[in-house]
């Protein structure tokens, strides 16, 4: 089978299962608003604080924009598919720089989150999408399917401004509302000095796995190069 029929079938079902994710979890969001007699609007609004959320996000735009350009490349386009952001979601650039991030979503939650979380039934299944089965389905699409050879060291510091900006929202946004999305930037709870010594903390992790991607990167495409 043709590489280009490979991109097309693993990242279009990757989008849908990670499609499917995010709207699993809007689902079970949206039916606890309800509860308390808030719409769906709420619903957004709350899941649109979450690192883990935006970054599935990321991952779903991606999937879907390297299908489409897949298909583009290979005669099957969709009408109008190349005009609907399909080009700079689906640039090996913008992947690999969703990986370190989707990556930092699976082992933050893993490590320090899981135990904090009793999910059950829908809950349980959106949970494990978006923190497991999403991180490890786009990592390896990225290692086996993403164009290698097109990455530099210094990507990671353009990479990081996400993170980066995500933080300062974050913060920005739990002070307005008294709601921090997660435990370890709680400032009311831990104090500024704290959580931002957190946020350096996982700033490093995150450039650290950047830079990992990077080699692994460069490596692969020295191989090829000499194969």
Request: net charge positive; charged share 15%; proline share 4%.
């Given at each position: 089978?043709?590489?280009?029929?490979?991109?097309?079938?693993?990242?279009?079902?990757g989008?849908?299962?990670?499609?499917?994710?995010?709207?699993?979890?809007?689902?079970?969001t949206?039916?606890?608003?309800?509860?308390?007699?808030?719409?769906?609007?709420?619903?957004?609004?709350?899941?649109?604080?979450?690192?883990?959320?935006l970054?599935?996000?990321?991952?779903?735009?991606?999937?879907?924009?390297?299908?489409?350009?897949?298909?583009?490349?290979?005669?099957?386009?969709?009408?109008?598919?190349?005009?609907?952001?399909?080009?700079?979601?689906?640039?090996?650039?913008?992947?690999?720089?969703?990986?370190?991030?989707?990556?930092?979503v699976?082992?933050?939650?893993?490590?320090?989150?899981?135990?904090?979380?009793?999910?059950?039934?829908?809950?349980?299944?959106?949970?494990?999408?978006?923190?497991?089965?999403?991180?490890?389905?786009?990592?390896?699409?990225?290692?086996?399917?993403?164009?290698?050879?097109?990455?530099?060291?210094?990507?990671?510091?353009?990479?990081?401004?996400?993170?980066?900006?995500?933080?300062?929202?974050?913060?920005?946004?739990?002070?307005?509302?008294?709601?921090?999305?997660?435990?370890?930037?709680?400032?009311?709870?831990?104090?500024?000095?704290?959580?931002?010594?957190?946020?350096?903390?996982?700033?490093i992790?995150?450039?650290?796995?950047?830079?990992?991607?990077?080699?692994?990167?460069?490596?692969?495409?020295?191989?090829?190069?000499?194969?």
């Amino acid at each position: 089978m043709e590489r280009k029929t490979w991109n097309i079938g693993v990242a279009a079902i990757g989008a849908v299962i990670a499609w499917y994710g995010l709207g699993v979890e809007l689902f079970v969001t949206n039916e606890r608003m309800l509860a308390q007699g808030r719409p769906l609007q709420d619903a957004i609004i709350s899941l649109s604080a979450y690192f883990t959320i935006l970054t599935n996000l990321l991952v779903a735009l991606g999937f879907t924009s390297a299908a489409l350009r897949s298909m583009g490349d290979s005669g099957q386009a969709i009408p109008g598919a190349r005009n609907y952001g399909g080009g700079f979601f689906a640039r090996p650039f913008v992947l690999s720089g969703i990986a370190p991030s989707i990556a930092l979503v699976c082992i933050v939650y893993n490590l320090e989150l899981r135990q904090l979380s009793h999910y059950t039934g829908w809950a349980r299944l959106a949970d494990e999408l978006l923190h497991v089965v999403m991180p490890v389905a786009f990592i390896l699409y990225w290692y086996l399917l993403v164009p290698k050879a097109m990455l530099r060291w210094r990507d990671s510091l353009i990479w990081a401004i996400y993170p980066i900006v995500y933080l300062g929202y974050a913060l920005i946004r739990g002070a307005s509302s008294g709601r921090y999305a997660y435990p370890f930037i709680d400032v009311a709870k831990l104090g500024y000095p704290a959580v931002l010594l957190n946020g350096v903390g996982i700033l490093i992790g995150f450039l650290a796995m950047s830079l990992l991607f990077i080699a692994v990167d460069r490596r692969k495409s020295a191989h090829l190069q000499l194969t």
